[in-house]
């Protein structure tokens, strides 16, 4: 008879088994299920896709005739459309492709080829960080360039090779913002260059006594400058014994001689010629006195020549505008007409030493005095314009400047002033004093603070 224990072991042994076969049964029956509902699936799918089909068919077919009958008036609009969209996915997708193939292109590290004695790290290098290194470079150059035209070049070529940078930026990011501003400085560059061109093509075309003017008396100007001076001016023509200016009269232009000669009276009494390439009533433009308006002429200018007498004219007040503009224009024109100042003070002397003047001594006091009436209408002009007493104390360093190039001493000085009604003191303030009756018999000298604007 078994014992115990070995009664519980079959017992458990049994049950194992019987739970073992459940489990088993349960897994094929299981498995059984999931196929039928697969293939039941299957079937109904396959239904479907039958009926889906039936269903495109017969509404194929219903919908033939309407398609045929209105296929003919849609289908230039559909079609058009139909190639618009397509052009446009076209050229998107080219313009995504190309730039994509252009970043991969800058971005890409390139192995820079560095001696190990040097360093023995590798060192890497993108053709977009080679934009950004050159586009510094050139504005470098530039700073280091003296021509106006090569700076500006060189600084849009330095602006484009930024913009390619900022745009395919190493990091992945479009920087905006030095993008826009480097935009901006090609576009003000571009304009300034195109201008310059523009003028020098025209100072190509410009004739041939034109250009041998240039090379003669406008050596130091620029083409630029001297076709921006020449666009301003008119032409006129003299015949022999044409009066040009009278003796006090207000002249509100400077001219220059481009052909014949003219004599300068004083009193009647020749004190210099004027021949081509001399400026006629320049009035301190040499010593940097840019006045406008009008000036009092201190002699006369007859035309001497046999033949025609031409000059250029310009308008006081429109040429001191463009020097003012034109920096550049304003420092050559200084040289040009100190040239001019020494040409006739030469032109002087070789009339004296030529004997050409009759009576030295009186030829000398109608020069003095043409110099001395000469300063008196430069004084006029700045006191009695329009202009405030701080400007006038500005416009006295160009005033004594003026004064050491033709030796305008005190005396002189004091004797203009005079002339023109204003005292030394009153010049020094840069105001002038205004005298008012309150009374028939009481006068009293009031000062006030009224300039030339309220004479």
């Known amino acids: 008879m078994p014992s115990f224990k070995n009664r519980i072991f079959n017992q458990r042994s049994r049950l194992c088994c019987s739970t073992t076969r459940e489990a088993s049964v349960y897994t094929r029956s299981h498995k059984l299920l999931v196929q039928a509902k697969c293939r039941s699936l299957r079937s109904k799918e396959a239904a479907s896709m039958k009926e889906i089909n039936r269903f495109q068919m017969r509404f194929s077919s219903s919908s033939t005739a309407r398609n045929q009958s209105t296929s003919a008036g849609i289908s230039s609009e559909s079609s058009s459309a139909f190639g618009n969209s397509a052009s446009t996915r076209m050229s998107r997708s080219i ?28 060192k890497t290098l993108t053709f977009s960080e080679c934009f950004g290194h050159m586009s510094f470079v050139l504005v470098a150059a530039s700073y280091a360039t003296d021509d106006f035209l090569y ?13 390619v940078f900022a745009y395919f930026h190493p990091h992945g990011r479009i920087l905006w913002l030095p993008f826009q501003w480097n935009a901006l400085f090609i576009v003000i ?11 020098k093509n025209i100072g190509m075309k410009l004739g041939k006594e034109m250009k041998e003017i240039k090379r003669l008396y406008f050596d130091t100007m620029d083409i630029v400058d001297f076709v921006k001076l020449i666009e301003i001016s008119q032409e006129e023509t003299f015949k022999k014994g044409d009066l040009v200016l009278c003796q006090g009269q207000k002249n509100p232009y400077v001219r220059l001689v481009i052909e014949g000669e003219m004599d300068a009276l004083r009193d009647g009494i020749k004190t210099y010629s004027l021949e081509q390439g001399n400026f006629v009533t320049e009035a301190g433009l040499h010593a940097g006195l840019l006045l406008d308006g009008t000036i009092e002429t201190s002699c006369t200018i007859v035309a001497k020549s046999d033949e025609k007498t031409r000059c250029l004219r310009w308008n ?14 304003r420092r050559t024109f200084k040289a040009v007409l100190t040239w001019d100042i020494v040409r006739k003070l030469k032109g002087q ?11 030295p001594e009186l030829w000398t006091i109608k020069r003095n005095e043409q110099t001395e009436d000469r300063y008196a209408a430069i004084l006029q002009n700045l006191l009695t314009s329009k202009r405030s007493p701080e400007n006038i104390q500005k416009r006295t360093k160009e005033l004594d400047h003026y004064r050491t190039i033709h030796h305008i001493d005190d005396k002189q000085h004091a004797y203009a002033l005079n002339k023109i009604g204003w005292s030394l003191e009153e010049y020094k303030a840069g105001k002038k004093n205004i005298i008012q009756e309150c009374h028939e018999d009481d006068v009293s000298i009031i000062p006030t603070t009224a300039t030339k604007s309220n004479l």
């Open 95 to 122: 313009q995504s492709s190309f730039e994509s193939s252009v970043q991969r292109f800058l971005l890409k590290p390139r192995r820079m080829p560095i001696p190990r004695w040097i360093t023995p790290r590798q």
């Open 189 to 199: 560059n571009t304009y300034r260059i195109g201008k310059s061109l523009y003028y």
């Open 316 to 329: 006081r007040t429109e040429l001191v505008n463009l020097l003012k503009k034109e920096n550049g224009l």
């Open 151 to 163: 700076l500006r070049m060189i600084a849009v070529a330095g602006s484009s090779a930024m913009l």
């Open 349 to 359: 002397r070789l009339s004296i030493t030529d004997h050409t003047v009759q009576d």
